[in-house]
């Protein structure tokens, strides 16, 4: 069975830091892009970040540029996204999803729904 399980969400208060993991089972991860949205109460999902299990590459969007940092751990099949300077804003559900041979332009898209997999969410709380 294709799982991703995400794991790090919680609650941390404005300026400090979090750390999400999504642990990949089921496919062959290196032929994937794997990556996070985010959606905020009444808002659309937000592609924020993805990274090339092929080849490293990453991107990120303009919200959670030079804060959040992105990783793979290809021998754990795993991928972890490090959030630092949280913000209020940043406030909402972290989902874990993965297209195979993807690239950052479906993350920047908002293409949500175009994933080939997506893991449940994770809540990410930030308090002023």
């Known amino acids: 069975d294709v799982q991703l399980q995400a794991s790090g969400g919680g609650l941390v208060q404005a300026g400090g830091s979090q750390r999400l993991s999504c642990a990949a089972s089921?496919?062959?991860?290196?032929?994937?892009?794997i990556g996070w949205f985010r959606q905020a109460p009444g808002k659309e999902h937000e592609g924020i970040s993805c990274i090339s299990s092929s080849d490293g590459s990453t991107y990120y969007a303009d919200s959670v540029k030079g804060r959040f940092t992105i990783s793979s751990d290809n021998a754990k099949n795993t991928v972890y996204l490090q959030m630092d300077s949280l913000k209020p804003e940043d406030t909402a559900v972290y989902y874990c999803?993965?297209?195979?041979?993807?690239?950052?332009?479906?993350?920047?898209?908002?293409?949500?729904?175009?994933?080939?997999?997506w893991g449940k969410g994770t809540l990410v709380t930030v308090s002023s």
């Open positions: 999803t993965a297209l195979r041979y993807g690239s950052g332009w479906y993350w920047a898209a908002g293409d949500y729904y175009g994933m080939d997999y």
């Open positions: 089921g496919f062959t991860f290196d032929d994937y892009a």
